[in-house]
């Protein structure tokens, strides 16, 4: 029987079908999330592209604006999604993300032809809204559809699909602008993709394997086998009720901050890079629109193969121990930080004729951040597995707040886009936040687990525990009774 549920969980199955739709699905969020990187410089420009179509004379304020304004909308739903994501069911919620987004994707061009900018600030308002159903949406889904022996590699295969959506959107956006469908192509592409998934997603999409028509007896009953027999693991444990969380001394924790503090400068690094760099490299390094596109994935393309090499190792270096955990998770966090910080003050001092110096470094620093996977980026397990989905959610929430300030920041800064010294600063801000981080978790970054991870229980915790307490001792008394008296008894007989 064991060797039979063994090669029941090595064949390809309906599990892995939903896992593939949720792979493109977040990939095609994230094609209309950064299309517009390439998309405004010919939307500012018809010269760069095809002249046939409107050219809308902003500035590189009002176009920090259109970047922010999707954060904005952001922020606001990632905490309540995942109340939602249990109440109403995942699914919905994901058909509603992605649904949405790709509407509103195909109005793009239409919206701000009426309505120019502040209209397209709506937009992306609204889009940034409907993706923040996306993550807690995924993450509820995924604990439902993948056995304990294959989440890893699921919720592993599932997150590559963000980086494969950039690197696509980046590298087609290019052609695409120059062609004859013009800059709205690269809103319509994604956008009709996006209604063709959810329609597919309506029909084969399902919260759990139980609601799932199309799976067979055999991989459903070995899916909840697998839950099953995870969640018995405890068996014979009082189960507690839910408790209170602990939020100040979360809030008041050093190495809980010190996360906080990386997740906030890793993505501001990340989205200065993936909303400034095509324009960098259209007005500094002077690439036309088709290389540039080009350009711009190629450092995503090596941090999504990088990531995929990566795993293998950093799961030997845990199971062999080599190193130990916290030594490990701050020589990936460093190399993660430190060296693309190097990177980053490095091509404040490059010029036009070192474009392809320019390109390197570029490469290499955004494709070696994706070392931080496995420095601060799996922290919140180790201060507090209890509490992990917790720590995620705020700090996810408070680190998107750079996508809002980091554009507007650049906008601020960046003035002239052919200044090489209004980028200097750009580049050693960006290099500044990333070492300060890494210093900060190297001094007082931690894998041990903290105190309040055992919370507290409740009041009604604690009336429970003083009855089983209360319950216990009338037991002793009443069995220490019965034998009183049976000495008793014997006693007079003898």
């Known amino acids: ?82 109340g939602w994501a249990r109440r109403f069911g995942a699914r919905l919620l994901m058909l509603l993300s992605i649904g949405i987004n790709s509407l509103l994707s195909l109005l793009t061009p239409l919206s701000v032809s009426f309505g120019d900018w502040p209209l397209f600030c709506v937009i992306r308002f609204t889009q940034g809204l409907s993706q923040g159903l996306l993550l807690p949406a995924l993450a509820t889904i995924l604990t439902k559809w993948a056995p304990i022996e294959e989440r890893g590699s699921m919720q592993t295969f599932t997150y590559t699909g963000g980086p ?47 609601d799932c028509r199309h799976i067979s007896e055999n991989e459903r009953a070995m899916i909840e086998e697998s839950l099953t027999a995870y969640k018995e693991k405890d068996k014979g444990v009082i189960q507690r009720p839910p408790v209170v969380v602990p939020w100040r001394s979360i809030v008041t924790s050093t190495p809980f901050l010190v996360l906080l503090f990386n997740y906030c400068a890793n993505d501001w690094c990340f989205w200065t890079m ?55 998770r701050k020589m990936f966090n460093t190399i993660g930080f430190w060296i693309p910080a190097l990177g980053f003050v490095s091509l404040g001092y490059l010029h036009t004729d070192q474009a392809d110096l320019a390109i390197g470094l570029l490469t290499t620093a955004i494709a070696l951040s994706t070392n931080l996977y496995f420095g601060y980026s799996v922290n919140h397990f180790d201060l507090a597995p209890n509490l992990a989905g917790t720590l995620v959610g705020i700090a996810n929430c408070f680190s998107s707040f750079m996508g809002i300030l980091a554009p507007l920041a650049v906008g601020f800064i960046v003035t002239d886009t052919k200044n090489i010294t209004q980028w200097r600063i750009v580049f050693f801000l960006s290099g500044a936040i990333a070492f300060f981080g890494n210093l900060l978790f190297l001094l007082f970054g931690t894998t041990k687990v903290q105190w309040w991870n055992e919370p507290l229980p409740t009041h009604y915790e604690a009336e429970q525990m003083k009855h089983l307490v209360i319950g216990h001792r009338n037991v002793i008394v009443s069995t220490a009774g019965r034998t009183s008296q049976k000495i008793q008894t014997n006693q007079i007989d003898n």
């Not at 760099?277 to 994935?297: C, E, H, M, Q, R």
Request: aromatic content about 14%.
């Open 1 to 82: 029987m064991e060797a039979n549920r063994k090669s029941r969980r090595s064949k390809l199955g309906y599990r892995h079908l939903q896992c593939l739709q949720l792979f493109i699905g977040f990939g095609l969020l994230f094609a209309s999330r950064v299309n517009i990187s390439i998309a405004i410089m010919a939307m500012m420009d018809k010269n760069t592209a095809n002249p046939n179509f409107p050219e809308y004379s902003w500035s590189e304020q009002t176009k920090s604006y259109i970047f922010s304004s999707f954060f904005c909308g952001y922020v606001l739903l990632q905490i309540p999604a995942g």
């Open 164 to 210: 494969f959506g950039i690197v696509l959107m980046l590298a087609s956006s290019g052609k695409l602008c120059s062609s004859r469908w013009g800059w709205p192509s690269t809103f319509y592409l994604p956008g009709a993709l996006g209604l063709l998934w959810s329609v597919i997603w309506f029909v084969y999409g399902a919260n759990t394997p139980r």
């Open 274 to 328: 993936l909303t400034q760099i095509p324009t960098y490299i259209k007005s500094v390094l002077g690439k036309d629109i088709n290389s540039n596109a080009l350009f711009s994935a190629l450092p995503y393309l090596c941090f999504l193969t990088l990531s995929l090499l990566l795993c293998p190792l950093a799961s030997w270096l845990e199971k062999s121990k080599l190193l130990h955990v916290t030594v490990s």
